[in-house]
């Protein structure tokens, strides 16, 4: 259990879900983990990571702040004197008809899930450089980047942009040896679904949670959605060494939802 052994990764987002879960899985391989969330209850994640013998650090951070992109860079070199390895996985979904959705919520859905990216991009690589280190960037997307679906015009807006964003910047950063690439997940298990304005309603329409996670796992052409910890295998080796002939890439993570 060491692909990732003695390097330094930061994981955004990692309170809870995907993020909490690679965070996790770094630490199990090794890595030391900067564990960064808007919600101070990420905390958690860097005692649990110390209670298993691992080394994190936990940050509060708004992805949408460059201030505070500065400022968690230069927290983690004081730590660390590096970056290895920048996991871009802060996100949030609001879902609303598009003639529904006010300017105001597309403007948070793109600042949080594109414009906290390319901050993390931008940062991690003139890190990156000035380390004169290789590197990883995987930045982690929605098969709703590649597919359409009603109520998702700016989480698909963002998640695309994200898309696109991280190809630039792989060819960008091929001659620098900075990989960058994505992970579009499918439906996932993970508080997102739960937190969405529709879910209560769409509960209330099946009779129960239980229906509503069930009609969700028959989604999937594999029967069910994913677990986060499937999602942080695949983050996981895009961050490490076996994929160091992988850059620009698109790794889909759906259970088959869009190859039909």
């Known amino acids: 259990m060491d692909r990732l052994k003695d390097k330094v990764a930061l994981v955004t987002g990692a309170a809870s879900g995907i993020g909490r879960a690679t965070a996790l899985l770094f630490a199990r391989e090794g890595a030391r983990v900067v564990a960064t969330d808007i919600a101070t209850v990420g905390e958690e994640v860097a005692r649990d990571i110390r209670a298993e013998g691992g080394h994190a650090l936990f940050l509060r951070h ?46 948070e859905q793109l600042a949080v899930n594109l414009d ?82 529709w879910w209560k309603g769409f509960v209330d329409q099946v ?8 009609q969700l796992d028959a989604s999937a052409p594999l029967g069910r959605m994913a677990e986060p910890e499937e999602i942080a295998e695949a983050i996981l080796y895009l961050a490490s060494d076996c994929a160091r002939y992988v850059t620009g890439t698109e790794l889909v993570v759906d259970g088959g939802y869009t190859a039909r």
């Open 207 to 214: 009779g129960s949670e239980a229906e509503a996670w069930k």
């Open 62 to 107: 708004d992805v949408t702040d460059e201030v505070e992109w500065h400022a968690v860079m230069s927290r983690t070199l004081e730590a660390h004197g590096r970056l290895d390895v920048l996991v871009n996985n802060a996100g949030i979904s609001t879902s609303r008809a598009v003639t529904d959705l006010s300017l105001a919520e597309w403007r």
């Open 116 to 197: 906290g990216v390319f901050l993390g991009i931008k940062y991690a690589v003139r890190t990156m450089r000035a380390g004169k280190r290789q590197g990883s960037i995987v930045n982690v997307a929605s098969v709703s980047g590649l597919v359409g679906s009603p109520g998702t015009a700016a989480y698909s807006a963002s998640k695309g942009g994200v898309r696109m964003l991280s190809k630039a910047v792989a060819m960008e950063c091929a001659a620098d040896r900075i990989r960058v690439n994505t992970v579009f997940p499918g439906g996932v298990r993970t508080p997102i679904w739960q937190n969405a304005d």
